[in-house]
């Protein structure tokens, strides 16, 4: 610079005006360029500082999506040692992430599954995922859990495995879940199956029963006939109550072979035409005499025309004749109505009602349940506990419904609603409750 500056004194006066000129204009653009420069390079610090804000941003926001997330993730060499945990998988293990950070997982196994636990971490390195993993871990001073584990290869840019990522989600409530229904399903088979054999038993000795009871009985009414009701009052009565006992049990043993049909679906309605009307007002001239031993008045509220039904004749005495009967049997004094009324879509409406000892909301829910009884100490009526069962399993086949409104000491109405035709192919298998 000092040899330009001597070299520009030498020249003559207008010349070195002109250099000294040029070389101001071109300091002027060099500084002008580093200006610029300098601008520029302030503009990448800033742009690189928001790059730097907003990746740092991110990497918290991953960070906290990392601890707070709901399942238990870790971070693990390739030989399963710790070296990130969430807050789920620190509580999963009941530890501080001080005394997880750094020690192998296996640690946290139970001893008997550490061989199972090595051998599927060793495939890994193979397989790059395995999912649905059921892995127990023994918790610090607390029981052991089972987890659903997700474990994936973390690679680097080479493609190379440097470490493995875990998800791990608490499914003991699940796991303790299913061990219940298992046993409850193991549970009902039993159930089902005791049903099954009880109901066998029941129909093999109902059947056993009925050829000798129907021989007591016709030999009952043999002796009856060669005695003298003056003569041998006191043997006729001891043959008479042999009589009646007989045609209780008899009674019993019916039920508990219609009873053992229904629940074998072996019931088959046998359809017919007729006046519901008639065979009610049949039902309870046949019972009459019953109620008139209790001094019980038994009437019927019926239409005043014929109510013509498509059903099983025989079936539907049978519901009557059991309802009837178990009123009269629950009832002390006053009287027992049976009506009868049309509804709409061709359906109808029955009823029995008494004035008898009632049933407790308790016994309500049971009282269709086969073998239930109400258990009441002023009553002693006693049965096989079928009556209502059969009842219900029969209206379950017409298609039908039953239920009860009773109260104690105020009564019981059974009321029953079928369709006035039943077509064959309406028929269900009865299910009793």
């Known amino acids: 610079m000092t040899a330009l500056y001597e070299e520009t004194r030498q020249l003559p006066s207008n010349e070195s005006q002109q250099l000294t000129t040029a070389l101001l204009e071109e300091l002027g653009l060099a500084v002008e360029e580093l200006h610029i420069a300098e601008e520029e390079l302030l503009a990448q610090n800033e742009q690189l500082a928001a790059a730097n804000h907003i990746a740092e941003a991110e990497r918290q926001r991953y960070q906290d999506l990392f601890n707070f997330a709901p399942d238990g993730y870790l971070v693990t060499d390739m030989n399963g040692v710790v070296q990130e945990a969430n807050h789920a998988a620190v509580a999963l293990l009941n530890l501080e992430q001080p005394y997880l950070i750094g020690k192998p997982l296996v640690t946290h196994v139970p001893p008997a599954e550490r061989v199972s636990f090595r051998t599927l971490l060793s495939q890994i390195a193979t397989s790059h995922r395995i999912e649905g993993w059921e892995l127990t871990l023994q918790r610090r001073k607390a029981a052991t859990i089972t987890v659903s584990t997700t474990v994936e290869i973390v690679k680097d840019i080479e493609g190379n495995g440097v470490g493995l990522r875990w998800q791990m989600r608490d499914i003991s409530d699940r796991k303790r879940a299913e061990a219940t229904l298992r046993q409850l399903q193991v549970e009902n088979l039993e159930l089902l199956e005791a049903d099954r054999l009880r109901a066998q038993l029941l129909a093999t000795v109902s ?6 009871m129907n021989a007591i009985l016709g030999f009952s009414q043999v002796l009856m006939a060669q005695f003298d009701p003056k003569r041998d009052s006191k043997t ?6 042999i009589f009646h006992n007989g045609q209780h049990l008899l009674g019993m043993i019916e039920d508990m072979l219609n009873f053992s049909r229904l629940r074998a679906d072996q019931v088959e309605l046998k359809l017919e035409r007729f006046d519901l009307t008639d065979l009610i007002v049949t039902t309870i001239d046949e019972l009459d005499t019953l109620a008139d031993q209790k001094a019980l008045t038994l009437e019927a509220d019926l239409p005043d025309r014929p109510v013509v039904v498509v059903n099983d004749r025989n079936r539907l005495r049978q519901i009557l004749t059991n309802l009837i009967s178990n009123a009269i049997k629950f009832t002390d004094a006053g009287r027992i109505v049976v009506s009868l009324d049309p509804l709409p879509a061709d359906r109808l409406l029955l009823q029995v009602k008494d004035t008898g000892c009632g049933i407790s909301l308790e016994d309500q829910p049971h009282i269709f349940q086969e073998f239930w009884q109400v258990h009441d100490a002023r009553s002693a009526a006693k049965g096989t506990g079928l009556g209502l069962a059969i009842v219900y399993a029969l209206v379950q086949v017409m298609q039908g419904t039953i239920t ?3 109260e104690l000491d105020q009564g019981s109405e059974f009321t029953i609603e079928l369709p006035q035709s039943v077509s ?6 009865a299910i009793c409750r």
Do not use: A, F, G, I
């Open 207 to 212: 059947h056993e029963l009925k050829t000798p």
């Open 236 to 241: 006729v009565r001891m043959v008479q109550r």
């Open 404 to 406: 009860v409104n009773s």
């Open 424 to 429: 064959p192919s309406q028929e269900t298998p």
